[in-house]
């Protein structure tokens, strides 16, 4: 039988961050082919808690070192923890989210152990053939943020992986969830691994809904003209309790700070609905935002590339056109 | 202050991406060529930082001899010399790429002077890989932190501070003591576009150039990791690509909900019907 297949879970708040889930949905259906244990890894105070959440998932056992040393990010720290949990476990694969924080950590791991790394999978089928671990495994990953795919072949004693944001489904298990044992651990503290350490943390100025977690985003590009027309799509947000963004060309003109940037140097978001307005869908763009559910384009050119991504679309200009939305939503929930 | 900034040469995609006929990789015969989006910055950061605390500034790039463009155009904007680790044009895999690049740095400080800061960028727009900068700072045995959008020295100009995006919003900060290397995203700053006599004095320029060849695979001996260098093994080099293909494209032509600001209605009714304003 193969070693487990190892998941490297992030947490806030009490809950295992979403794209860790999602890492987790790879690493159970790579635990399932491989007929080995599907097991976790968690840190910092509070994985306890965060580890008895794992069970849902399919997760058999966590291993749990809740240092309050893992706490802060340090990503060679994080690191060297989950290279304690793969030498007493041998695991077959260890698994991360594509998310930053999880790519970085998954290169320390493969630094420190010469083990090569594929980041940003999307699939993967393990051995040789022979149902067994051994052998290449084959295996499918993102390039170009998604905008490209390649087929890889990977073989390595214990295989590192990290999973493509919002490129794989979170699979709660069905039903008659166990509890997954908990396993702590205490891996040792090399303060060379801390010197890369958060040393202060400041909260996010704004208010609302933030661009990753936002339900509703409007994002907005060259057609809304400039960054005072900005203004009409934060209405249109405030109206639907969402969150503006834009595109590579308006956080580089100035329109928007970078942080609100969507697409491959920026962020990937994965929204119910998505309103693109004054967004042409450069390919560059266009991962950061297709794994929204909806996508509605507002635009002056019927043929601009977005319209090919967008499941609807209104012709016209956004600056009549989004103010026209606003005020529409406004009137309905005036109306007795 | 010493810099040396990583940088590597990427086709410039725009609209679709076209492979070649045996889709080993993208068809570039109509694409210029580009620094990877986040190194630009990487450059532009380690100009500003010479121009402020005076030293030298290098860019080292690993590539065929065509990224000689790319050297050229860091150094129009100011970077003073420039290394190309020149390849045959085949594509190297992370851990072959970081193995020779550490291995160049070392090279490069015991001729010249140790670097103080060494930038990468996050991730390579095209392979995107996530880990040549990590390998390298392992090698070198420095610290690292990715994702870095703001950089400043400490007053004593012993230590660098860092600042990236928190995940769900805010900022978090670092302080790295010297020598160090971080991993840079754009929105760094907003790198200038040379000058004509930047490009003019970058053309006369020389480059030093350490020929590689063909992308090493099996035994490396560089960059491995001091587990593995402790067991006597050298690094595993990988993953081996097979080929590259375009994502299928699910979606059809766009429902149009009308023209002009008369579509708002429409636009509201199917808000109400996926649910995001209440009916």
């Avoid at chain 1, 487990?4 to 890492?23: W, Y």
């Avoid at chain 1, 580890?51 to 060297?80: E, I, K, M, N, S």
């Avoid at chain 1, 042409?280 to 050119?301: E, M």
């Amino acid at each position: 039988m193969s070693g487990p297949v190892l998941a490297f879970i992030e947490h806030a708040g009490g809950e295992p961050d979403r794209l860790s889930l999602e890492a987790l949905a790879l690493a159970r259906g790579l635990a399932v082919s491989l007929a080995a244990p599907l097991e976790a890894i968690v840190l910092g105070s509070g994985a306890e808690a965060v580890a008895g959440r794992l069970g849902t998932f399919g997760a058999q056992a966590v291993h749990v070192a809740g240092a309050a040393d893992f706490d802060a990010f340090a990503p060679a720290a994080w690191g060297a923890a989950t290279r304690a949990a793969m030498e007493s476990r041998q695991p077959a694969a260890v698994v991360a989210a594509g998310s930053e924080r999880g790519n970085e950590v998954m290169a320390h791991v493969a630094a420190r152990t010469g083990l090569p790394m594929a980041a940003n999978v999307v699939s993967v089928s393990p051995g040789d053939g022979s149902g067994g671990a051994a052998g290449s495994w084959r295996l499918v990953r993102q390039r170009w943020a998604g905008s490209l795919l390649e087929d890889a072949a990977l073989d390595a004693p214990t295989r590192l992986l990290t999973v493509a944001p919002h490129a794989v489904a979170i699979d709660p298990v069905a039903s008659g969830a166990a509890t997954p044992t908990i396993l702590p651990f205490e891996p040792e503290r090399d303060p060379a691994d801390l010197i890369a350490r958060v040393v202060k943390v400041e909260a996010r100025t704004s208010s609302g809904v933030s661009l990753s977690d936002a339900k509703v985003v409007v994002g907005g590009g060259r057609g809304v003209g400039s960054a005072e027309g900005f203004g009409r799509l934060e209405e249109l947000a405030t109206a639907l309790n969402g969150a503006v963004g834009g595109s590579r060309v308006v956080t580089s003109l100035g329109w928007r700070p970078h942080s609100d940037q969507i697409g491959q140097t920026g962020l990937r978001i994965a929204p119910d609905l998505y309103i693109a307005c004054g967004i042409s869908g450069a390919i560059q763009h266009i991962v950061g935002c297709k794994a929204a559910k909806q996508i509605l384009a507002i635009n002056t050119d019927p043929d601009s590339p977005i319209m090919a991504v967008a499941d609807y679309a209104v012709i016209g200009d956004v600056a009549t056109i989004v103010p026209a939305i606003t005020a529409e939503i406004e009137r309905r929930r005036g109306a007795p | 202050m010493n810099i040396l900034v990583c940088v590597k040469r990427v086709p410039q995609t725009g609209g679709r991406i076209v492979l070649t006929a045996d889709g080993q990789a993208i068809d570039t015969r109509f694409l210029g060529h580009t620094i990877s989006p986040h190194e630009e910055c990487g450059v532009e950061e380690a100009v500003q930082i010479v121009e402020k605390e005076g030293g030298s500034s290098t860019v080292l790039t690993l590539g065929p001899v065509e990224a000689e463009e790319q050297l050229r155009d860091a150094m129009a904007i100011g970077i003073e010399r420039a290394v190309l680790l020149e390849t045959d044009g085949s594509e190297w895999d992370p851990v072959s790429t970081a193995g020779a690049i550490a291995e160049s740095i070392e090279s490069q400080e015991a001729a010249n002077a140790a670097f103080d800061l060494i930038l990468f960028g996050n991730e390579a727009a095209d392979t995107g890989d996530f880990q040549v900068g990590v390998r390298v700072a392992v090698a070198l045995g420095r610290p690292i932190i990715n994702g870095i959008k703001e950089i400043w020295l400490r007053d004593d100009r012993g230590a660098v501070f860092a600042r990236r995006e928190a995940p769900g919003g805010g900022w978090e900060t670092y302080e790295l003591p010297l020598p160090a290397i971080l991993g840079v995203k754009e929105g760094l700053n907003l790198p200038r576009y040379p000058s004509v006599p930047g490009r003019l004095r970058a053309k006369k320029k020389e480059i030093e150039r350490v020929a590689l060849g063909g992308s090493p695979s099996g035994a490396l001996g560089l960059g491995a990791g001091e587990d593995a260098a402790a067991a006597g093994a050298s690094a595993v080099p990988g993953p081996t690509k097979l080929g590259l293909r375009l994502p299928a494209e699910e979606k059809t032509a766009a429902e149009v909900l009308g023209q002009g600001p008369d579509a708002a209605s429409a636009v509201v009714d199917l808000f109400e019907k996926i649910g995001v304003v209440a009916r």
